[in-house]
């Protein structure tokens, strides 16, 4: 952290990870990877519908932030959702499903690809306006103060979103009254096809976070460790503290924006993704485990194994699932008011 | 019974629900030590202090958005506007987040929420502090519209939209919060979705609602002593709509006026139409005629703006037209 580092338990105890919780990390990691390559593949056969934003490249980030949460925080993210989702806990079955637009996805087929929602794991939702979620996030750190409880908030967004008055408005009111959301930028270097220097006036862009006297901090994306590190200090300050954090993660699209976007586009050099395809952060974590011997490739291929199971058990399980009822179409725009 | 004001009836109601339910709370633009820009919110900050009575910084996305998250995970948020002119900037807040989150939850997420302050015009004010806003709002599947037009049924319909589990939105006026009236001191809910005939008559159905009442009222007061007598139906809420009420009026006296404050196009007015041409094709004894605000954003110099509104005159003309007096 840049600034107004918290008296904290020693820095490596926070983000600290055993062997367990390392592979149960890759395993994540994974499980996002394989799940979501089989979401292009439905995507190419029309199975998948909509808008699609895949996460492939970027995992670390929603697997290193929400690892580090308890069951009773919150999680409010962007359309870009599909792998926070996974890694919060909600079932790829559930996610599939609602992928497909199927009735036991995890919001009834009404929400699909970038509305995903989960009531039991305090999953918040993928949100579609760009800065929208932000204020609402403020909201939910509102609340818990407001409650008197140590909870906190992990809001995801893209690094366009700061250039939003949305954003702005957001982190000034968290800032003045001091709420516990941690608000995680995953940098990946493009707005859709505009690169970050040619949408920002600043570039190190947590430096926003001085404009709100926010604690702030910037943390390399592929590393899904120190990521938990990072987000270890801002719960910590959110929790003890009730402070808010703006932790900027730096990550890299290995895919294009969405399905209509070619993976290198137009906005990009070839040269440069795959410049940074070499720090595929399932591999940084995967060469780590096996410096410490944790992991060989014969256990790597059997996760790989296990995770693609469960995979085609996830498209197995939403291709048998129902339609939506016709009648659910006008359900759940109002709801009965009971008080 | 006492008789209070408008504001007096918007602030018994606050107070009623923030002491009945510790979830409750109102946020906004100088709502708390300024004691509200138009004196609704007067001693709240006192008696529940500065967590439940939140003054916010000039930021109404934001703070609508905040609403929206404390609504999401359980509090019951009021969010004043100053003004539905500055809630403009909020619209995605009230449209995207608000109104969208339980659909797109698939029902997981219902967003217990009001949205309140004046609506439309005052007194030359120009065009980008007089707008009417309901329209757009009403157009809006997910949210409940409301718009009282006296001190009682301000009281009783905020008291119901604090306690509805949908976002609410609530319009008032400027214009209206010296209006006094009767008031019961107790607990009392006026149930959104009911329109309220408030007065009876065999000629004509004048429907309106909000800050129009009263201008109805005073028009089928004049129209009486002339022998024309009107229903005037005061829908309360415009969405969920009172089709029932509707129908009943036109099927009794045949022939409708429509009283609104904003623009034509699109309106209100027009919905109301198409429920009268819907469900009483055969009972109109003439085409349904509209009142509102002339096409034009609202002007500053007193003749002109006074042109550009709805008053008495057009709306007896109006009702004389679908007589057939004229």
Known sequence: ?339 | MPVITYRDALNQALREEMQRDDRVFLMGEEVAVYQGAYKVSKGLLQEFGEMRVVDTPITELGFAGVGVGAAMVGLRPVIEFMTWNFALLAIDQVVNAAAKMLYMSGGQYHIPIVFRGPNGAALQLSAQHSQAWESWLAHIPGLKVVSPGTPYDAKGLLKAAIRDDNPVVFFEGEMMYNHKGEVPDEDYIIPLGKADLKREGEHCTLVTYGKSVPLALQVADTLAKEGIHLDVLDLRTIRPLDTEALATSVRKTNRVVVLEEGWEFCGVGAQIVDYCQRDCFDELDAPVVRVHQADVPMPYAKNIEKAAKPDAAKTIAAVRKVMYLD
């Open chain 1, 1 to 339: 952290m840049a600034k107004k580092k918290a008296e904290a338990p020693g820095e490596t105890t926070l983000g600290a990870t055993d062997a367990p919780t390392r592979l149960a990390l890759l395993r994540s990691m994974l499980l996002q990877r394989r799940f979501e390559e089989r979401c292009a593949e439905a995507y190419a056969l029309g199975r998948i519908g909509g808008f699609c934003h895949l996460y492939i490249g970027q995992e670390a980030c929603g697997t290193g932030v929400i690892s580090m949460l308890r069951p009773d925080d919150y999680v409010i993210t962007t359309y870009r959702d599909h792998g926070q989702a996974i890694a919060r806990g909600i079932s790829s079955r559930a996610v599939m499903a609602e992928l497909f637009g199927r009735s036991d996805g995890c919001a009834r087929g009404k929400g699909g690809s970038m509305h995903l929602f989960d009531r039991n794991t305090n999953f918040l939702g993928g949100h579609g306006i760009v800065g929208g979620h932000v204020p609402v996030a403020t909201g939910v750190g509102f609340a818990i103060k407001y409650r008197g409880g140590d909870q906190a908030c992990a809001c995801f967004m893209g690094e366009s979103v700061v250039n939003t008055g949305a954003f702005h408005e957001a982190l000034n009111m968290a800032g003045l009254w001091k709420l516990p959301v941690v608000y995680i930028i995953e940098n990946n270097r493009y707005g859709m096809g505009t690169a970050l220097e040619r949408a920002s006036a600043i570039h190190d862009i947590y430096q926003r976070g001085a404009a709100y006297d926010m604690p702030r901090g910037v943390v390399d994306g592929q590393d899904v460790l120190a990521v938990r590190q990072a987000m270890g200090e801002a719960l910590h300050r959110a929790r003890t503290e009730s402070m808010p954090t703006l932790l900027e993660v730096r990550t890299y699209r290995f895919m294009g924006h969405s399905m209509s976007d070619a993976v290198s586009g137009t906005y990009r050099s070839k040269q440069e993704l795959e410049e940074y395809m070499q720090r595929d952060p399932i591999n940084v974590l995967r060469h780590h485990m096996e410096a410490k011997g944790e992991i060989d490739d014969a256990r790597m291929a059997a996760l790989d194994d296990e995770v693609k199971a469960e995979v085609q058990d996830a498209w197995d399980f939403a291709d048998a699932s129902p339609e939506p009822a016709l009648e659910s179409l006008y359900e759940d725009v109002l709801v009965e008011t009971t008080t």
